[in-house]
């Protein structure tokens, strides 16, 4: 009997205690910098969405020329983000009239909810366009 508890090998109870005790803690840890790793990646994400589609958007109204002017215009962009713009002359000759070339700057604001903080991102663009007879109030270029 004796010849076989020397020659036998394995683990004592009190070393698979410690192995354990041991592994517990690395797992802990690690699903503790997963749980972290992941609520970044879903922050970054909806500032991704946000980014994309306000810079979309802001294509999509710089190509259209009959986007108003000196109007504030919103709406949806995805589930949850929303977006504002507005479209003013930058460059206006001093008599201008209709008709009159000028460079439109485009303010776009797109606006979500991360927790509890209101979050937003604004984008600014530019265009030619052309003045109308609905940018002037009596006589005068609106502001």
Known sequence: MQSRRKNSRGFTLLEMLVATVILGVAVASLLGGLSDSLKNAGRLSSYDKATIGARQKMEEILADPLFPRFVEMNGPLAPGI???????????????????????????????????????????????????????EGGFLRQ
């Open 82 to 136: 929303t977006w504002r713009a507005r479209m003013t002359p930058f460059d206006a000759p001093l008599q201008a009239g209709p008709g009159a070339a000028v460079v439109d700057r485009l303010e776009l604001e797109a606006l979500w909810r991360s927790g509890n903080q209101q979050k937003s991102i604004r984008l600014e663009g530019y265009r030619r366009g052309y003045l109308g007879p609905n940018d002037f």
